[in-house]
């Protein structure tokens, strides 16, 4: 799926929202579960602690991914269900950083681990500008955000640790409060599940505004403080549960301002 999103550092947020609604969707799929399930039989913890588990999950998607830039100049989100199903043929999911964390924070919805999308500023060396990493955060036992990154050194760090937070979505918290779930929901566990939540997804952010180039398909979450509404992208916010991004974000006044040149992945 391909979006046309707002010129400069809102299009971070606007990738961000359309990842955590997509995950979220998507984490209600079987065979998100079922593979989430592999990873964690593949830990061999017999009960695993949610440190653990994410880091199953994030090392499995390692495993089977490669980081592979957008192919166009617009913002490119590859649904879960379409990794999961190149992966199944045993090829590795090309993907870069934003689809990676999608599959990374539905594979960890799925199995009950508290779940978000994040971007974080990074910086590559003294002096240079900086760049955005998108990246899945799950919350562990002690209530720390945690990064499962898959594509970097960044994984397993408590976000807090990560550099510049520039935005934290959470995946969405009630489901029914998506619009097109229920349609969604229809289709879970059968052939027309992949096709149905692409449908969701590109009716929800292509007549906002965030156009959609994909010519075979015909749960916006609240922004945080720290991702203004974009005017482009639809209005009816999905509730998320209060105080989760300020706690991601220490509590505070938010994160620091988006950088000047920023690339997510």
Request: one cysteine or more.
């Amino acid at each position: 799926m391909t979006f046309s999103l707002s010129p400069g550092p809102r299009a971070l947020s606007e990738t961000a929202l359309i990842a955590a609604t997509l995950a979220g969707l998507a984490a209600a799929s079987p065979t998100v579960r079922r593979a989430a399930e592999e990873a964690l039989a593949e830990s061999h913890a017999k009960t695993p602690s949610r440190e653990e588990e994410m880091r199953a999950i994030g090392a499995w998607v390692a495993a089977r991914s490669t980081w592979t830039a957008d192919s166009t100049s617009a913002e490119e989100i590859r649904s879960p269900l379409e990794l999961l199903r190149e992966i199944s043929t045993g090829r590795r999911a090309r993907a870069d950083c934003d689809c990676l964390a999608t599959l990374t924070a539905a594979l960890l919805a799925s199995v009950g681990v508290p779940s978000g999308i994040a971007v974080v500023a990074v910086t590559a060396a003294p002096g240079s500008l900086d760049s955005a990493h998108m990246v899945a955060v799950g919350l562990d036992d002690a209530g720390t955000w945690r990064i499962v990154d898959p594509s970097a050194a960044l994984a397993a760090r408590p976000l807090a640790e990560a550099g510049r937070i520039i935005d934290l979505v959470p995946l969405p918290a009630d489901l029914d409060e998506v619009p097109g779930w229920r349609a969604y929901a229809d289709a879970l566990g059968t052939p027309r599940e992949e096709a149905a939540l692409r449908r969701v997804v590109l009716d929800l952010f292509h007549r906002g505004g965030a156009e959609s180039a994909d010519k075979t398909a015909p749960s916006t979450q609240r922004p945080t403080r720290s991702s203004p509404r974009s005017p482009r992208l639809r209005g009816g916010q999905i509730p998320i549960p209060p105080g989760l991004a300020e706690a991601a974000l220490g509590g505070g006044g938010g994160a620091s301002p988006p950088p000047s040149a920023a690339a997510a992945g």
